[in-house]
């Protein structure tokens, strides 16, 4: 069996038909990178323009608005395949598009960036997105002098960097040159008598000046605790925690990593204990303590720690 041959309508050199007051106004606008809408009795704002109210079916007043170019999507529908008479070479949404000012919407293609062909709407794509016109460079006077629409910009992504040195003080300085060697260091508080670690120099409950040191052991209790989702040069793995760690004999809690036990199995008064790296590997800094690991400790009550929740 033969195949059926093609059949072609085709008008040589185009269909032309007049457009109207109404329909003529709004394509000229768009020559000139402009949206209008036209005003109902009924006090509503048309895009695209009509003749006629669709809802009651009298004449539109005559008035144009201006409205727009921002606008948001009311629904769309992703074509993830295009073909070759759609406006767009990659992935897009048709959506329906009310322009701000006007009360209905108008049809036209979303260009969201370039995705494989074939590839699922991206997860931003939703009804209520804030989307603007891409105007062509030459204009005709037609619906087409809207290349697409495309996302407002709500988002930023820009390198940042900052170089700074800090400059510890004697109290930082000296906590940092105990670390440097292996110990922890505090300072105990003449007044309250509690010990302060990382010494500052100073009680934070007191604001007296403080300068009596006191060497605290590498164990203590986790008093509160994150686990983190988001990869960390200094954690193990991901997920991690990060602890408030309230190290034996002291009177503030301290922030530390946790590791050497899974992240849903850390506990509020859980018994830990200092991972200091190799004794070669010491420098003057905090990170001469990987983290904390569990002791082999039953935990410590919650009412002997809630004071430092």
Not at 166 to 181: P, T
Not at 190 to 200: A, F, N, S
């Amino acid at each position: 069996m033969s195949e059926a041959p093609n059949h072609v309508l085709e008008f040589p050199g185009g269909y032309t038909r007049s457009v109207g007051p109404v329909i003529g106004r709004f394509l000229t606008e768009l020559r000139d990178g402009r949206l209008v809408g036209v005003r109902t009795a009924g006090g509503r704002v048309l895009v695209p323009p009509t003749e006629y109210d669709p809802a009651d079916g009298e004449p539109v007043t005559g008035e144009f608005v201006e409205v727009g170019p921002g606008g948001t999507v009311q629904t769309w529908s992703w074509v993830s395949r295009p073909r070759a008479v759609h406006p767009l070479d990659r992935p897009f949404a048709w959506a329906l598009i009310r322009p701000d000012g006007a009360d209905t919407a108008l049809l036209h293609a979303l260009d969201l960036g370039p995705f494989e062909t074939g590839a699922a709407p991206p997860r931003f794509l939703k009804t209520g997105m804030r989307v603007r016109p891409k105007w062509r460079a030459e204009r005709t006077g037609a619906i087409g002098d809207i290349e697409c629409f495309r996302p407002e910009v709500t988002m930023i992504n820009a390198p940042t960097r900052l170089e700074y040195r800090l400059q510890g003080g004697r109290a930082l300085d000296r906590f940092l040159e105990g670390i440097s060697q292996g110990r922890i260091l505090g300072h105990r508080c003449e007044v309250c008598g509690q010990v302060i670690v990382p010494m500052k120099g100073l009680c934070p409950r007191d604001g007296v000046p403080t300068t009596e040191e006191v060497e605290l052991p590498g164990t203590g209790t986790v008093t509160t605790f994150a686990v983190n989702n988001l990869p960390d040069p200094r954690a193990p793995e991901v997920p991690f925690v990060s602890a408030y760690i309230l190290l034996d004999g002291a009177g503030l809690p301290m922030l530390a990593l946790v590791a050497g036990i899974p992240a849903d199995q850390v506990r509020m008064g859980m018994r830990v204990k200092a991972a200091w790296r190799p004794r070669e590997e010491w420098v003057a800094s905090m990170a001469n303590i990987k983290w904390f690991e569990p002791l082999d400790e039953p935990d410590v009550p919650f009412e002997a720690i809630k004071d430092f929740v």
